[in-house]
């Protein structure tokens, strides 16, 4: 007797109902850095998004022909390829819809994601010269840190080409925003963190992240303290993971379940779905800081609207205040990388 077909496939599992048989596969997406911790994990993930027709793998490190192999088996659509080195960044990114940069080294104990400039200021900036020459049109999400800085570097590489559309260039700050979910639900005891919404804002470096804790929803109050000690735990969720993993690394793997999120949330906007919001590092106006992420649409162009900061506590007033100085350092700190 046939056993009857059972709906228990990967892409249910992650995009629901809506996967299957729901919109083709029609993007093409770059996982640039696919062989590190971040990016084998994504493009593991990325592969079993619906919407994705072609996945491209890329990286210095060879290996990434064996991860594109091994993540190739998976039973998606999304046709999959690895590309290696300087020779095939042009190859992998033709035709890009979506390109992912994961590329860079991560921080040891001790360290500041500003101490990674030095290696990451000079990779993101080849890469992005690589999406110039190739892909103008792509939208673009930076995970390499600082990504205060990295995002600004982009963008003056861009400017430099003459492709600058600034709808395009985010700064992945979605991680914030899943430790946010996560922290709270367990602080004020919602069984389902999926269901609670914390916006975060600023940038993607200590005190520039400033979650938003007078705006979560649903609707709950918290005490000085408990506002503090949950700021400074989502400030820090990232020195958490790099101090647990005692120098192996920092956080890989909820990084890419953020990442993937976030890109599906970019190619959901590119398909035409409407109100899709999400947090990201982008250029704004919602401060004197030219980049700086709030919630944003996202749409058919990729960043359709910035929303502004909404209505702050004093906390987060001051907050905000004090961390200006800092974002716009390192913002002017990528720029300057571009012209020196
Ligand atoms: P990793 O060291 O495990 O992997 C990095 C990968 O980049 C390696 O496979 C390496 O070969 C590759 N790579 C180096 N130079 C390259 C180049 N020129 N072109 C292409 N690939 C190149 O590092 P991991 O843990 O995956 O982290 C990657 C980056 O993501 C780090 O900069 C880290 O700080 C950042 N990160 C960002 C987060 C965020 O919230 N935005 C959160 C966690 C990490």
Redesign the pocket.
């Known amino acids: 007797q046939e056993a009857p077909s059972a709906r228990v496939g990967l892409v249910d599992w992650f995009f629901g109902a809506s996967g299957i048989g729901g919109k083709r596969a029609s993007f093409t997406v770059a996982v ?8 084998q994990t994504l493009s593991a993930f990325i592969k079993a998004n619906p919407k994705v027709a072609e996945l491209r793998l ?4 060879p290996v ?1 022909r064996g991860v594109a192999a091994d993540v190739s088996h998976v039973n998606t659509r999304a046709k999959v390829s690895g590309y290696v080195g300087d020779d095939e960044l042009e190859a992998c990114l033709r035709g890009c819809d979506l390109v992912i940069i ?6 040891k104990p001790g360290m500041s ?1 500003d101490d ?1 400039f030095g290696v ?1 200021a000079g ?1 993101v900036r ?2 992005c010269e690589g999406v110039a020459k190739t892909c103008p049109n792509a939208i673009v999400n930076i ?3 600082p ?1 205060n800085s990295t995002v600004p570097i982009a963008a003056e590489v861009f400017k430099n080409h003459g492709c600058y559309d600034a709808r395009k260039l985010l ?3 979605h ?2 925003v899943m430790r946010a979910k996560t922290f709270v639900a367990a602080a004020k005891g919602f069984d389902d963190p999926t269901l609670v919404d914390v916006p975060v804002i600023g940038g ?1 470096a200590g005190t520039t992240i400033l979650p938003l804790l007078s705006q979560t929803t649903p609707r709950c109050s918290f005490t000085p303290e408990e506002v503090s000690a949950l700021t400074s735990r989502i400030q820090n969720g ?1 020195t958490e993971v790099v101090e647990a993993k005692g120098g192996a ?4 793997l909820s ?1 890419a379940a ?1 990442a993937a999120e976030f890109a599906d949330a970019c190619l959901r906007g590119l398909s035409g779905e409407s109100g899709i919001w999400a947090c990201a590092y982008v250029e704004s106006k919602a401060t004197r800081a030219p980049f700086f992420a709030t919630k944003v649409l996202l749409g058919r162009n990729g960043v359709e609207r910035v929303a502004g900061t909404g209505t702050l506590s004093s906390y987060e007033k001051r907050a905000l205040e004090s961390m200006l100085p800092e974002l716009e350092a390192s913002i002017k700190k990528g720029i300057n990388f571009l012209h020196s």
């Open positions: 640039l850095g696919a062989a590190g911790g971040i990016g890329y990286d210095v490190a990434v994961p590329a860079g080294v991560p921080r994601r990674l990451n990779i080849t890469l995970i390499s840190n990504v700064g992945v700050t991680l914030d993607h990232g690394g920092s956080a890989t990084m953020a």
